[in-house]
């Protein structure tokens, strides 16, 4: 009878204004059953490096969302530098910048009501969700969430 392993790792790190992303990888592993009777080194060595895959995907993935999420030159909907502001609040909120999950959140949100984000967007100041600041990303869901679906005629 196999035997099975899990092996799980997760990292968070943090970003300038009190930001922070994080990365996890979980795999399973289905070993001999007779492994952990007779030869632990072997055991070992499978579970040592299922952890090492996983440590080198965190890793890959942390760097690449810290490359993604702190480009210097990333401009907000209205051609301004997202960094130094633009004369109005839209698009900034301490110079945090929506998170990658809140802009899935808000367009599995929107896809699966079928809600058309551009009037939305617009009245914010923005042309993408890409250029949303947390906190308006944040009100953005919570208006999503209120909004009747196309298809069940007007009903949460």
């Known amino acids: 009878m196999p035997t099975k392993v899990s092996v799980g790792l997760s990292k968070k790190q943090g970003l300038p204004e009190y930001g922070s992303i994080g990365a996890s990888c979980n795999v399973e592993l289905e070993l001999d059953g007779q492994i952990l009777d007779g030869d632990l080194d072997r ?3 499978h579970v040592r490096r299922a ?3 996983c440590r080198e995907a965190v890793e890959n993935e942390l760097a690449r969302d810290l ?3 702190t480009a210097p030159n990333r401009l ?3 051609g301004h530098n997202a960094a130094s502001g633009n004369g109005n609040n839209h698009g900034q909120s301490n110079g945090r910048s929506v998170t990658q999950s809140q802009v899935r959140a808000i367009r599995a949100i ?3 009501n079928r809600i058309d984000l551009a009037p939305m967007l617009d ?3 923005v042309r993408n969700v890409e250029d949303l600041s947390i906190s308006d990303a944040s009100s953005l869901i919570d208006d999503l ?3 009747p679906t196309a ?3 007007g009903g949460r």
């Open 43 to 45: 055991f070992r060595q």
């Open 51 to 53: 952890y090492i895959a």
């Open 67 to 69: 490359s993604t999420n």
């Open 76 to 78: 907000n909907g209205n």
């Open 110 to 112: 929107a896809g699966r």
């Open 123 to 125: 009245r914010l100041g």
């Open 145 to 147: 969430k209120g909004q």
């Open 151 to 153: 298809a069940n005629g």
